[in-house]
């Protein structure tokens, strides 16, 4: 049946994309040699008559000799789904309203994450390094970096940032200075003292990006708009015209090298289709994402076009509310979980542009701390799945639904109103679950209302995401620990939407939050994901994962020489044109 | 000025005035009646969903305080002129964000308007003048057809046909990504280039109800006594037509000019989706699906002012051009 479905629609979109390309489209079938030159003078002429005397600088290839004989200079285009709303405020300690490609390609943190390798990775830090009790972490700082401006680099930067965090609350999303007690620059080295151990502070410290104490001090943080925002990434901020583009500059003094392209453009579009058509048409050399996942097969069909697919910080569910007196029993559960065709679901929903997410909850990117087994645990089973619901005791009715002592197998289901994709999944989930016997009353909700819904515990199953942060103890503790619900009808202080209670996911925790060896903690998160495994705590869905298309050897190439992100600064700096 | 009376002007800027109160309160309630809290979202999508996090939110955007004084608060600022501060873009005034997309919206939204009531005004009088030629049976059979087919598909069919595939106009954008234009009549070539689908697809849809509406009108202005009357004395059929029939039956027409140009400070959002273009409707749109506020407050406010406005100014100009509209 699951092949059938693929063949399917491997021939609809097929037949799409023949239509399409006998529809007299731009030459999509050019040699690889010739398609550099051509697509970018037919983008060009697409584009304006004015811009055809002005050659782009592709010319002056040869300017500059660098060490390694790949073709440099150009301009990279970067096509993004970005509103000009997003573009008012430039701060990049804001933590909502702001576009966040940017702002990493200007701004840093003292360590990245690198969600393909799942581990941290030196940035405005040198090296760091815990005292034993893991209370004091301190940072060396990355000597080579530079601000935009010429001025260097230093501790004091840093200090000056986390104080602005100190001081701004809503700037300190995971709310660090509730376990930091000081921040103290010292030469080249800055050293965080917290109140307890805490052991996931580096990676929490990759989502701050470090500010410019010399330039911010002189304003007000809480409300600074940061018009020409000043960083130590690879590119500098040029020029933003509304509603067009972003234009950026290589920075020639970047620490990890310069970037071997001179600038990068980034090109604004305001929905996801007009952003997909740009990438089709050959306007754009990749997104910062954006796709409709409907064209990933008409888009690969394409020459040189690539995707690039890794886990990212969020997973998307059906939450299931365990203080429903039903979905209270493992058992029901269990086969609901079982009866969902899981990478259907991702084929014909997400067209196998997204990861799945795990029953035993953690992404991939959390690396050495997935447990492989209780992962894989899971799989599509309908008889299966009905076995389970008849030894726990269900009949299946005349209805077709299965029920116990005279309660019906039957739920309400919501999710989001005006997302296509999340409803056209919604319908097959709700289809597998009725096969099963399991009947469901469909309900429809805006995402904060959805949000209000899962906070209240007023809901059976409700089809959301959920975020967390680079730290795999906040991602099982947020979600998992009692501590983190409430009972139906009060706000929960987490995001233990599923009202999940187990005495043994508690005490697990509660030795994580202390223990500071990595091989104990690497144990204590595989009997989580155990536990979870077992527990059937959601429907899994699929994780919110990065899914970037580019074309690697149409205008650009060297995306994916470092093993990351092709979109991280660590393989930005590296693309560089073809020939 | 005969015909217009201080009363008259102060009846209508009272009665104006009571509308813009009522839709501005209105304004307020409905954000507030969608379900859901924007500070507990932004809590869950960017704070593991911190109850602390969600509270400090409040307390920066004032939610804390109750309904009332959170309604007395948006009176003061805006009759002081403040739409107050976006809740996703802040510290963003929302006076920036709207006064940053509204060139682009009034632009595209104006231009199409303007054109398409100027061409349904022609086409409609050849049309009536020429009732039952090969001419009015053309103009009447493709406006039907047009009526009925739906903007979105109109304006994806521009894109993808002239677009995308014969590449004769650009599929975006209201100007060329990254170009130099700092000429300033590159620039405005460079912009009208853009905006010519976009009001190509605003013209193409508008103009078949106006135009049809323009031809009725003519035709049952003909068919009034006074008008067979003119012809029984044997007046020539172009001063008929200009003299009297026009400004009667222009009137409806101006009504909706009116109303459409008091609309338009709305944005047309499917355009600004489909064409990539800048503007006030998906600001609006964006403001509603993550429960901003103030965002939403602020647009609607803008476009009850202007259709309150721009209905005054009818209101104004109506005696006018039509004496038989009773000031007393």
Not at chain 1, 255 to 277: E, F, H, Q, R
Request: aromatic letters at 10%; proline letters at 5%; hydrophobic letters at 40%.
């Amino acid at each position: 049946m699951k092949k059938r479905g693929i063949s399917k629609w491997l021939a609809l979109a097929l037949a799409v994309a023949l239509l399409l390309a006998g529809c007299g489209g731009p030459p999509a079938s050019t040699s690889s040699t010739a398609a550099p030159q051509e697509s970018k003078a037919s983008e060009a002429s697409s584009q304006t008559e004015e811009s055809k005397p002005t050659e782009e600088p592709e010319e002056s290839v040869a300017d500059e000799p660098k060490a390694d004989s790949t073709a440099t200079g150009g301009t990279l285009r970067i096509g993004a789904y970005v509103l000009d709303t997003e573009l008012a405020n430039k701060n990049p300690l804001a933590t909502s309203g702001t576009f966040t490609f940017m702002l990493d390609r200007i701004y840093e943190p003292l360590l990245t994450y690198n969600e393909k390798k799942g581990e941290l990775e030196p940035a405005l830090a040198a090296e760091y390094e815990w005292d034993d009790a893991m209370t004091e972490l301190t940072f060396t700082i990355n000597s080579d970096a530079k601000w935009h401006d010429g001025t260097a680099f230093s501790a004091e930067d840093v200090a000056y940032t986390m104080s602005v965090l100190k001081d701004n609350p809503t700037y300190d999303q995971y709310a660090l200075w509730d376990k930091l007690s000081d921040v103290t620059a010292d030469g080249d080295k800055v050293v965080f003292t917290c109140k307890e151990s805490f052991v996931s502070l580096a990676q929490y410290l990759s989502k701050v990006r470090i500010v410019p104490k010399h330039l911010w001090e002189k304003e007000d943080p809480a409300t600074f708009t940061n018009d020409t925002p000043i960083g130590t990434g690879p590119f500098v901020f040029e020029k933003y015209t509304v509603g067009t583009s972003i234009e950026m500059n290589a920075n020639p003094d970047y620490w990890c090298g310069a970037p071997k392209v001179d600038k990068m453009l980034i090109v604004m579009y305001n929905s996801s289709p007009n952003c997909t058509l740009g990438l089709l048409n050959g306007e754009i050399d990749a997104t910062t994402g954006t796709i409709a996942m409907s064209s990933i097969p008409e888009f690969l069909s394409k020459e040189n076009a690539k995707m690039d697919i890794y886990a990212g910080l969020g997973n998307y569910s059906v939450i299931m509310n365990h203080e429903n007196e039903l979905l209270a029993d493992p058992a029901v559960r269990k086969a609901m979980a079982m009866a969902i065709n899981q990478p259907e679901l991702i084929s014909r929903g997400e067209y196998n542009g997204v990861l799945p997410t795990s029953i035993s909850w953690l992404p991939d990117l959390f690396g050495d701390y997935v447990n492989e087994e209780a992962k894989n645990s899971l799989e599509f089973d309908l008889e299966g799945a009905q076995a389970v619901l008849e030894e726990a005791g269900y009949t299946k009715g005349d209805d077709g639904i299965y029920q116990k002592d005279g309660k019906r197998l039957s739920f309400t289901y919501h999710n989001a109103s005006g997302a296509p994709a999340q409803q056209m999944e919604a319908g097959l989930i709700q289809q597998w679950l009725l096969n099963l016997g399991v009947e469901i009353i469909p309900k429809l909700a805006t995402w904060p209302e959805l949000t209000t819904l899962l906070q209240t515990g007023k809901y059976d199953l409700l089809q959301n995401g959920i975020n967390f942060p680079p730290d795999p103890y906040a991602a099982l503790n947020s979600c998992f620990n009692s501590s983190m619900t409430a009972p139906t009808g009060e706000p929960t202080p987490g995001l233990n939407y599923f009202r999940y209670r187990s005495d043994e996911m508690d005490a697990l925790l509660a030795q994580a939050s202390s223990e500071t060896d990595e091989e104990v903690l690497k144990d204590l998160y595989g009997q989580m994901q155990d536990l979870l495994a077992k527990d059937f705590v959601f429907l899994p869905m699929y994780n919110s994962s990065g899914h970037i298309p580019y074309y690697d050897g149409t205008a650009m190439t060297g995306w994916t020489d470092y093993e990351a992100p092709v979109i991280s600064n660590r393989n930005l700096i590296n693309v560089h044109p073809v020939g | 000025m005969k015909g217009i009376t201080l009363k008259y002007v102060c009846k209508r800027l009272l009665s104006a005035l009571f509308t813009l109160w009522v839709a501005l309160t209105f304004n307020f309630l409905l954000p507030r009646m969608m379900g859901g809290d924007p500070a507990e979202y932004l809590a869950s999508q960017n704070a593991m969903g911190s109850a602390e996090y969600a509270q400090q939110i409040r307390e920066q955007f004032g939610l804390d305080k109750g309904i009332l004084e959170q309604y007395a608060r948006y009176l003061g600022g805006l009759l002081q002129g403040d739409l107050g501060v976006s809740y996703t873009n802040f510290p963003i005034p929302v006076k920036d964000i709207i006064l940053q997309a509204m060139p682009w919206t009034l632009l595209i939204v104006l231009i199409s308007t303007l054109l398409s009531f100027l061409i349904a005004w022609l086409v409609g009088t050849v049309a009536a003048l020429k009732k039952g030629s090969l001419f009015d049976n053309t103009v009447v059979g493709v406006s039907f057809y047009i009526q009925s087919v739906p903007y979105f598909l109109v304006a994806m069919l521009l894109v993808m046909g002239l677009g995308y595939h014969l590449n004769w106009f650009p599929m975006g954008h209201a100007m060329t990504p990254g170009a130099d234009l700092a000429n300033m009549g590159a620039l405005v070539k460079n912009i009208a280039y853009h905006a010519f689908l976009p009001v190509l697809s605003l013209v193409i849809v508008s103009l078949a109800g106006r135009m049809i509406m323009m031809r009725s009108n003519i035709l049952q202005v003909f068919s009034e006594d006074y008008i067979v009357l003119a012809q029984a004395k044997g007046l020539r059929r172009s001063k008929i037509l200009t003299k009297y029939a026009l400004r009667n039956a222009m009137l409806p027409s101006f009504t909706g000019l009116m109303l459409s140009l008091g609309q338009a400070v709305g944005g047309a959002i499917a355009t600004e989706m489909i064409f990539s273009y800048p503007g006030i409707g998906l600001t609006i749109m964006n403001a509603v699906l993550s429960h901003d506020y103030p965002l939403v407050q602020g647009c609607f406010a803008i476009i009850a002012l202007s259709v309150v406005l721009l209905n005054f100014l009818a209101d104004l100009i109506y005696p006018l051009i039509d004496p038989r509209v009773s000031l007393e």
